[in-house]
T-cell receptor
Framework: GNSVTQMEGPVTLSEEAFLTINCTYT??????LFWYVQYPGEGLQLLLK?????DKGSNKGFEATYRKETTSFHLEKGSVQVSDSAVYFC????????????FGQGTRLTINP | NAGVTQTPKFRILKIGQSMTLQCAQD?????MYWYRQDPGMGLKLIYY???????DKGEVPNGYNVSRSTTEDFPLRLELAAPSQTSVYFC?????????????FGPGTRLTVT
């Protein structure tokens, strides 16, 4: 079946540091890939998405590129802020049907001033 | 728009008790989902619905039931609560016909079974 593996956390960085959170997936066919973010006490919000190979999703300074050859969708940001502290989830959904999401285990990110 | 709302925010149940977690959305989305999030784990799909009157099992449906009598509401029922159902429950909705692929999540219900 489909699965997502994320870099284990927690991750702690200083403000303005470069961020990478690794995500790899196993899926049949050509899934859509997502990064969701969960701020403390809130539900998940879509951060960015990519629906086909070589697509780059971007939002709020975060980027991730759909790499079919390495089955990866790593999240990057050039300069993190304290407000980026949250839990980040990589997820995929198969084509068609009800677009059910399969999530990675989440990576907790803490940014220190 | 209120988006996706869930009630209650917190609940403590005794083993064997029953309860219903409420979920409502005001975005006229056809698709709705229930997930559970265990500590240190990703979300797992419990049940989903592709429209009023249509529901189907997800990855972890045992111990739960759902119904979808209207587009707006998608309640999740726990009939005989067990400690293994201690978790945070998230409801989500999506309008996949628009091609956006985005699911919108509620704030969650934290359930403890003791």
């Amino acid at each position: 079946g489909n699965s997502v593996t994320q870099m284990e956390g927690p991750v702690t960085l200083s403000e303005e540091a470069f961020l990478t959170i690794n995500c790899t997936y196993t899926a049949t066919g050509y899934p859509s890939l997502f990064w969701y973010v969960q701020y403390p006490g809130e539900g998940l919000q879509l951060l960015l998405k990519a629906t086909k190979a070589d697509d780059k999703g971007s939002n709020k300074g975060f980027e991730a590129t759909y790499r079919k050859e390495t089955t990866s969708f790593h999240l990057e940001k050039g300069s993190v802020q304290v407000s980026d502290s949250a839990v980040y989830f990589c997820a995929l959904s198969g084509r068609g049907g009800a677009q059910k999401l399969v999530f990675g285990q989440g990576t907790r990110l803490t940014i220190n001033p | 728009n209120a988006g996706v709302t869930q009630t209650p925010k917190f609940r403590i149940l005794k083993i064997g008790q029953s309860m219903t977690l409420q979920c409502a959305q005001d975005m006229n989305h056809n698709y709705m989902y229930w997930y559970r999030q265990d500590p240190g784990m990703g979300l797992k799909l419990i049940y989903y619905s592709v429209g009023a009157g249509i529901t189907d099992k997800g990855e972890v449906p045992n111990g739960y039931n759902v119904s979808r009598s209207t587009t707006e509401d998608f309640p999740l029922r726990l009939e005989l609560a067990a400690p293994s159902q201690t978790s945070v429950y998230f409801c989500a909705s999506g309008d996949l016909g628009s091609g956006t692929y985005e699911q919108y999540f509620g704030p969650g219900t934290r359930l403890t079974v003791t």
